[in-house]
């Protein structure tokens, strides 16, 4: 039981430092270092490592070492396609399902206008608001859909985050018109607003990635 806690922390751990950028695409692991920030032996970390690898979020290269995965033009695009076919259905099908003061409570958070100087409460609201409506199906199949994409589109939204503050204002503005068609219980309306969104987050994605140099494609 110890050894499965262990196992599961520091995959846990590296985990969380890969989706939430503390870890950049391309960068170079060392596991001996992994092993001193998650205070864990060798094999929990190679354990994780392995289910990172599965998981598309790391790449084992031979006389390299451990890189966490890029973001590619191809990568951006499967995951906006399958996040099209998911998100908008969950809004417009289920949406309906959320309690009332959930919906108003992302009401208020995004009818005010932003103040915040650090980035990572607004990621951690935005990465609720978009699970509410996935968690709201139900659909164990979708859900496991959607945590696979969910990994490497954290990655994606804080990468064009930090490439331009104006997005985030916009990601609320965004986020504002999908919540307020829910609360006026128009389904439609409010799937249409997310398409919309998710148009535009694709496009600041591809934006920030291109700014750096050897994009894959």
């Known amino acids: 039981m110890a050894k499965e806690t262990l196992k599961q922390r520091a995959y846990h751990i590296i985990k969380n430092k890969i989706i939430s950028c503390e870890y950049l ?3 170079l692991l ?3 270092k992994l092993r001193e920030e998650v205070h864990a032996s ?3 970390v190679r354990d994780a490592l392995s ?3 599965q998981e598309n979020l790391i790449q084992i290269l031979p006389k390299k070492g451990i890189m966490v ?3 590619s033009i191809r990568e951006i695009n499967m995951i906006h396609e399958a996040r099209m076919l998911l998100e908008p259905y969950a809004v417009e099908n289920y949406a ?3 309690p009332e003061e959930r919906l108003q409570y992302y009401h208020n958070i995004f009818g005010k206008k932003s103040t915040q100087n650090n980035m990572n ?8 608001f978009h699970q509410e409506f996935m968690d709201a199906t139900g659909n164990e199949y979708l859900l496991n859909m959607y945590e696979r994409v969910f990994n490497q589109d954290c990655r994606l939204r804080i990468l064009s985050g930090v490439k331009s503050e104006a997005r985030i204002a916009q990601t609320q503005i965004e986020h504002f018109e999908i919540i307020d068609a829910c609360i006026q219980k128009k389904w439609a309306e409010a799937a249409e607003a997310m398409r919309k969104h998710l148009v535009c987050s694709k496009q600041a994605a591809l934006e920030a990635i291109l700014e ?3 994009i894959p494609l």
Do not use: G, S, V, W
């Not at 409460?121 to 609720?128: K, R």
């Open 42 to 44: 060798r094999t929990p």
């Open 30 to 32: 060392n596991e001996e």
């Open 212 to 214: 750096e140099r050897d």
């Open 25 to 27: 695409p391309n960068t």
């Open 51 to 53: 289910r990172l690898e």
């Open 96 to 98: 309906k399902k959320i």
């Open 121 to 128: 409460p607004f990621y951690e609201i935005d990465n609720e």
């Open 69 to 71: 995965a890029p973001l």
